[in-house]
């Protein structure tokens, strides 16, 4: 019997998201980390905005961050006001580059699960209980970590945070290919 390359891609897709599937949650975190929320005290600590918070504009497109990187001090409290000027939906989330490996696979199983079209959050998938599907235990299917937020074309959205830790750390849209593409920057934490 001769299958058609046709087929044979689409079973080496469904074996793929199968293993997925039926991977164990800890193999969507990275080592030390458990769950969604990868381990974000080692980075710093989400933080209310106040009159001292120092602001930093964001603008994100399809494939990029301007600026591409944002120098920080150990210990400041900084609001990000993050725009969407693309034509796909975007996330901003910082990381480690560890942390953004484990989050890319999350992504790539909301986006199989159709919690997540290219263009936005299918609020109806989202609102379903996934509580039993490996590596989406406790996670908020409205993606909205204290180190991250999902921003819909034409939207802006703000992540305020404490950079308690000096470590290497990234900004990063983990939608499948999009940190492949060059949607990554640099936090540069300085003591």
Known sequence: MRLHT????TVAALITGASLLAAPAAAFAAPGEAGHQHG???????AKATAKT????ITMGDNYYE???????????????VTNKGEFLHEFNIGTAAMHAAHQK??????EHGMLTPTGINKEMANM?????????????????PNSV?????KARELTWKFTK??????????????????????????
């Open 106 to 111: 999350e992504m790539a199983v909301m986006m």
């Open 166 to 191: 000096n470590a290497a750390l990234e900004f990063a849209c983990n939608i499948p290919g999009h940190y492949e593409s060059g949607m990554v920057g640099k936090v540069d934490v300085q003591r």
């Open 40 to 46: 974000t005290a080692a980075i710093g600590e989400p």
């Open 150 to 154: 999902l921003i819909e074309p034409g």
């Open 6 to 9: 046709r087929t044979l891609s």
């Open 129 to 145: 209980d996934h509580s039993r599907m490996p590596g989406m235990e406790g996670t908020s299917m409205t993606h909205d970590d």
């Open 67 to 81: 600026p591409n990187s944002v120098q920080v001090k150990a210990g400041e409290t900084v609001r990000f006001v």
């Open 54 to 57: 120092r602001t930093v504009q």
